[in-house]
T-cell receptor, first 117, second 110 residues
């Protein structure tokens, strides 16, 4: 089944303890992205990647890191989590990037609900 | 900067009626406008898209229109059913930038 898999689904952690949220897609998609979703603010892009070894900042990148060493994986790293990073996180992928990217819909993962205390 | 707004936070309608959701954008017309469905605690699911040079697109009970003069897209669900209850997000794409609206929560009552 074609899908984007995120782990874990739920995570409670303490301030300052480094964590990684994994994201993997099995569709050979070029484009991958991380979003956070907060009530009233909608989906806001954290980082995106147009291909292997190519990553770029979205609208809210502060406090986050990403890497794209392989096409299928795009982990999100919080080096020193803080309570304002408590949110629902989604990884998404799309077949293409660049001018044609809008032709394809995004496939989203099931989400990771992160609580930082 | 470009903004995308979904005017209604919530919409309640009776089963069998047509639901109409609105998406407005500022500044330039997006090359593509997409609509997604999101159920509570789940990731958004892509429904359909419309290009800036298209006026209307249909898929089963769904219809999307795109009016570049009004800077607006309308999303219609005809013969609505309780199973259509969800949050619907619009998203605009232009030059590697995909922006999502905050969503409209639709409730279809039996």
């Amino acid at each position: 089944e074609a899908q984007v898999t995120q782990n874990p689904r739920y995570l409670i952690t303490v301030t300052g303890k480094k964590l990684t949220v994994t994201c993997s897609q099995n569709m050979n998609h070029e484009y991958m992205s991380w979003y956070r979703q907060d009530p009233g603010l909608g989906l806001r892009q954290i980082y995106y990647s147009m291909n292997v070894e190519v990553t770029d900042k979205g609208d809210v990148p502060e406090g986050y890191k990403v890497s794209r060493k392989e096409k299928r994986n795009f982990p999100l790293i919080l080096e020193s989590p803080s309570p304002n990073q408590t949110s629902l996180y989604f990884c998404a992928s799309s077949l293409s990037s660049g001018d044609r990217a809008g032709v394809y819909g995004y496939t989203f993962g099931s989400g990771t609900r992160l609580t930082v205390v | 900067s470009q903004k995308i707004e979904q005017n209604s936070e919530a919409l309640n309608i009776q089963e069998g009626k047509t639901a109409t959701l609105t998406c407005n954008y500022t500044n330039y017309s997006p090359a593509y406008l997409q609509w997604y469905r999101q159920d509570p605690g789940r990731g958004p699911v892509f429904l359909l898209l419309i290009r800036e040079n298209e006026k209307e697109k249909r898929k089963e009970r769904l219809k999307v229109t795109f009016d570049t003069t009004l800077k607006q897209s309308l999303f219609h669900i005809t013969a609505s059913q309780p199973a259509d209850s969800a949050t619907y997000l619009c998203a605009q794409y232009n030059n590697n930038d995909m922006r999502f609206g905050a969503g409209t929560r639709l409730t279809v009552k039996p």
